[in-house]
Each structure stands twice: as C-alpha cells, then as structure tokens.
C-alpha cells in the first residue's frame, strides 16, 4: 500500500503546504496513522481514498498548528518590541507605541504583526488565517485605522520613515 500510494499522498501533501518539508511531514505523520491503524485501512482503491481522507485531518492539524504558532510569534514579537522600546538615540517613543499596541484586540495585532514583522502579503495572510483576501483587506484596513486612531489620541509624535502617518491612519 504504502508503495501504491505514496507518490499519490505526496503530490497531495506537496499541492497543499507552503514547504516541502511541510509536506514531508504531512506524509510521514499520514503514512504512521496508516500504519497504527492497519486494521482499519480498506483494500484496492478504497485504500487510497482512506488515506487521502487521513491526510487531509492531518493537514487541517498543521494548520492549526501553524495559526497557534503565529499568535505566540506575536507574543513574542511584543516581548521583543519590549527589549527594544529604550533604545537610546531612537528618537522614536517606542515605550508608548508598545503600549498602545498591547492595547489593541488580539485580531488586530495579529494582523498588524502579519504585516510588519512577518513581511506577509494580503494573499499570504488571508492563506494564514483561512480567510479570504476581500476580508484581509477589510480587516486590516480597520486595524491599522483603529491603531492610528488610538496613537493620534495618546498623542504620540513619531516618525518611521514613513510607515505610519497617525494624521492619515495608515500604513504605507
């Protein structure tokens, strides 16, 4: 079985993760299940359906995973901005923007964060967060107003070569 298929579940695996290693994993963890699971796996063709059926349950659990992941990298990236937020000769009031940024709803940092330290895309985020691109759009055009807003009213003056605009609401 495990020779019948394997190509078949690689090539679904690969079609659906980012990375090859990704895929990899898709089909290594496929293939164990099968494997515990023997006696549970139907013959001929039947087969091969059972296993794409496994490898998509594995699939969503790496998604899962992979969204947990970006939430604590978020976490992390506070922590981060924390370190930083005294750096001498910054010129920059990075102690009040981390503070405001904490402020903001979970979904709003996570897609500021998606932006602005992970370098993603709308396409990118919309694929890591399973939403489509129109709601990315939506979504990120408010967090970043409300992130504005929020800044405007704490009266914070900075400058990031023009990133943020607290006037405009924006990020460019």
């Keep these: 079985m495990y020779r019948a298929t394997y190509g078949q579940i690689t090539a679904y695996a690969a079609r659906r993760c980012d990375s090859p290693q990704d895929a990899a994993d898709v089909v290594a963890e496929t293939f164990a299940i099968a494997w515990r699971r023997i006696a549970e796996v139907p ?37 981060m901005a924390d370190l930083y937020e005294a750096a001498p000769d910054s010129g920059v009031e990075l102690t009040a923007i981390a503070q405001i940024f904490r402020t903001l709803p979970d979904a709003d940092r996570e897609l500021l964060s998606l932006v602005a330290w992970e370098g993603l895309d709308r396409q990118q985020i919309a694929t890591v967060l399973g939403l489509s691109r129109n709601a990315v759009r939506i979504r990120l055009h408010r967090a970043r107003r409300r992130f504005a807003r929020a800044l405007a009213e704490a009266d914070v003056h900075f400058a990031l070569e023009g990133r943020l605009t607290p006037a405009e609401g924006r990020f460019s």
């Design 43 to 79: 013959e001929g063709e039947q087969a091969t359906l059972w296993l794409y059926g496994v490898a998509r349950k594995v699939l969503a659990n790496h998604y899962r995973g992979e969204v947990r992941r970006q939430a604590r990298s978020v976490e992390l990236d506070a922590e």
